[in-house]
């Protein structure tokens, strides 16, 4: 930036507007086979989904590519939403892929604003895949829909040859309904809004990370997976300024940003020393190379709210179990459009974009 201005140099804008044509184009997938990076939540799953899948499917219903679609049926407005979880290791500090999966399509529900109500639940299991370890599983959904209030009411289930799934994958999802009048979506954001996360991020994808055990690296973590419903109603109910709201999962909360900054058309700016991390997650993040801005949280949502009632918003989170290490980490910008700055503690200011692959696969 210009020394004093705050804007653009000559040489950064030239920068920028490289950037902003990049993103301009036409997604197309280059690749001739998938590859992890396509599953991480970064630029190729970007790429995939909308070269492929929104190029096949494309309705106004799929195109805001939400956490999950608002219908209208009847006069009622409701909320759908699906999700895989092929977690490795399957147990973990804090957790499994059986509370992971309600929870996490619970959250996705909870962020469109919509109460949950009902969950379908599919597997894919190995053959030789140990009853008693599926029978843990499924008595953690159990418990996990029971302590977020819904109830899991269809599924099927498949068994594939031995070496062909990694012993249990879980699908599920969910119906809620909406019945609130916010207006909700990552395009409602506009400059001058407030960015809140509900707490500590990175504790799920680096706990995972550990308890693979292949690292050597030792530390006292625990995943953050929980459902973030009651939440949201309690922000919702005292903040008519909400604008969007994410669950930080794959991708972590850059990721989400850099949705927001995209779809928005504006500027996300970020303050390094707000940005709540747990010291752990800190020093396992510098010891693997990776930032915590990029790992995934299962029970952390990114907020964005009228400027004006962020105080609001935060003493609302701040009330809730789960949002009681809240923070307001940036504000919203005009320019530059379509990207997420982060103000770094040394003083600079860097460019946060997706990463192309992922740290840390499999933690979902």
Known sequence: MSAGTGTPSGREQAVLDRIDRARRRRAKVREDRITLAHGSGGK????????????????????????????????????????????????????????????GTVNDLAVSGAEPLYLTAGFILEEGFPVADLTRIVESMRSAA????????????????RGKVDGCYVNTAGVGVIDHPHRLGVATVRPGDAVIVSGPIGDHGITVMLARGELGIEADLRSDTAPVHGLVAALLAETPGVRAMRDATRGGVATVLNEMARAAEVAVVI???????????????ELLGIDPLYVACEGRIVVVVDGAQAETALAAMRAHPLGSQAAIIGRIKADPPGLVLLNTAFGGTRICDLLVGDPLPRIC
């Open 146 to 161: 029971d302590a977020a209030g819904v109830a899991i009411v269809t599924g099927d289930t498949k068994v594939v040859q």
């Open 44 to 103: 190729a799953t970007q790429t995939l989904i909308e070269g492929v899948f929104l190029e096949a499917f494309r309705n106004p219903l799929l195109e805001p590519l939400e956490d999950a679609a608002a219908l209208t049926i009847h006069g009622s407005r409701l909320a759908l939403t699906t999700d895989s979880f092929v977690v490795s290791p399957l147990f973990f500090p804090g957790g499994d892929i059986g509370d992971l999966a309600v929870n």
């Open 271 to 285: 303050d390094e020393q707000r940005i709540p991390v747990r010291a752990q997650v800190r020093g396992a993040s």
